[in-house]
């Protein structure tokens, strides 16, 4: 039943028939959470911090790649959840206990990853900030 409701829009469901055009596919919905989530948007500015203070305290290329890793880690769990969220919405508007658990756990899934970028940032970042 769910298939039958989907209304698949831009390709009618087939693979992008070239690179180009899975690059914009690509890039439209990096574009979308940039533009429509606000957990997307805060993060870009928290990243954009992060990355400052980096800069200020002159970060070991270990501890960038630490950084880097992180950042995009919790970007990446934004867009998977804004994704799953929007799959569920598609599917049903009303109340469903199944729809509310996959929201829940994909929610959860970004909350995990934001405390562990607080971890490598407490790690890199506090003995800088103290001595």
Same mark, same amino acid.
């Given at each position: 039943?769910?298939?039958k409701?989907?209304e698949l829009?831009?390709?009618?469901g087939? =693979?992008n028939?070239?690179?180009?055009s899975?690059? =914009?596919?690509t890039?439209?919905?990096?574009?979308?959470c940039?533009?429509?989530?606000r957990?997307?948007k805060?993060d870009i500015i928290?990243a954009?911090?992060?990355?400052l203070?980096?800069f200020?305290?002159?970060l070991?290329?270990i501890?960038?790649?630490?950084?880097?890793?992180?950042?995009f880690?919790v970007i990446?769990?934004?867009?998977?959840?804004?994704?799953i969220?929007?799959?569920?919405d598609?599917?049903?508007?009303?109340y469903?206990?199944?729809?509310?658990?996959?929201?829940?756990?994909s929610s959860?899934a970004?909350?995990l990853?934001a405390i562990?970028?607080?971890?490598?940032?407490c790690?890199?970042f506090l003995? =800088?900030?103290?001595?």
């Amino acid at each position: 039943m769910f298939l039958k409701n989907l209304e698949l829009q831009g390709n009618n469901g087939m =693979k992008n028939k070239n690179f180009l055009s899975s690059v =914009k596919c690509t890039i439209s919905g990096i574009l979308y959470c940039i533009k429509n989530e606000r957990n997307v948007k805060i993060d870009i500015i928290i990243a954009i911090l992060v990355v400052l203070l980096g800069f200020v305290f002159k970060l070991s290329k270990i501890e960038w790649c630490f950084i880097v890793c992180v950042i995009f880690f919790v970007i990446v769990s934004e867009m998977f959840n804004t994704a799953i969220e929007k799959t569920v919405d598609l599917y049903t508007k009303e109340y469903n206990e199944i729809a509310k658990i996959a929201k829940d756990v994909s929610s959860g899934a970004v909350m995990l990853s934001a405390i562990c970028s607080v971890i490598v940032g407490c790690i890199i970042f506090l003995p =800088k900030i103290i001595g």
